[in-house]
């Protein structure tokens, strides 16, 4: 596998990241990922857009090769084959030869890109199998997750707890409300209507929860960002979770409770997925 560093092409095993990196130290540091199907990067803009959005409200200088990202990973697509990937696009604030809080003014942000084979999504050709099981957690992250930051223990912490059963996805929520999952937006369906949390700094302003919020519109599917209790999650018609990397997937279970079962035809989620 092939990956970009700081100017360079190197394989994945030559790559080195010196443990001074500020993204090592201090996770001081933000990502992008962005999906790419047969060579041709999908809503490239938009996450470009929301990349440089973490660089202003993290104060971390934007690398000049940034200037030349799409071309950059047009070329590692090429170099690592697969026909569809995700890139994985980090930019920390650089090495800082002494461990301080307060960064070195002249410091040299780092950029590192790398990219995988993007799986395909099983409900595309499967849209009968069986939905995601999900736990509910009090969201007890930080307060800016409206920023794509690489400081992520917040989102994976209880993933690694051996007292839980492992779930395919945690779904967040603060005083009583629905926030996101760990690595996806949530959206719910009532009586034909689909819901989803409005913006702010709880959640992340998600490029496919846009698109498909767009999508969805232009298709005369009535959409609601709003507040959503906890209790409304249990009398849901569907609830579903997007992400760039698994586009749009159904729920089949939150704790214990068991989603009502729905003809895929007949379900919104289903519609959702078919814009991919």
Known sequence: MWVYLNGSYIKAEDAKISPLDRSATFGDGIYEVIPSYDQKLFLFEEHFERLKSSLYKTFISSPQELEDLENILKLLHKKNLHKNQSF???VSRGVQAVRSHAADKDLQSSLFITSQELEP???KSQPNLKGLTTRLEEDIRWQRCDIKTTALIGNILSSHNPTLNPVDEVIFHKDGLINEGSKSNLFMVKEGIVFTPPLSNKILPGVTRQYLLDKLLSEGIDVLE???DIQELYSAD?????????EVQPIHSIDDFILPSKDPKESIWHRALDFF
């Open 226 to 228: 709003q507040d959503i």
């Open 121 to 123: 999504n099983p409900y």
């Open 88 to 90: 994985y696009i980090q």
């Open 238 to 246: 569907e609830v579903w979770l997007t992400s760039s990397t698994k």
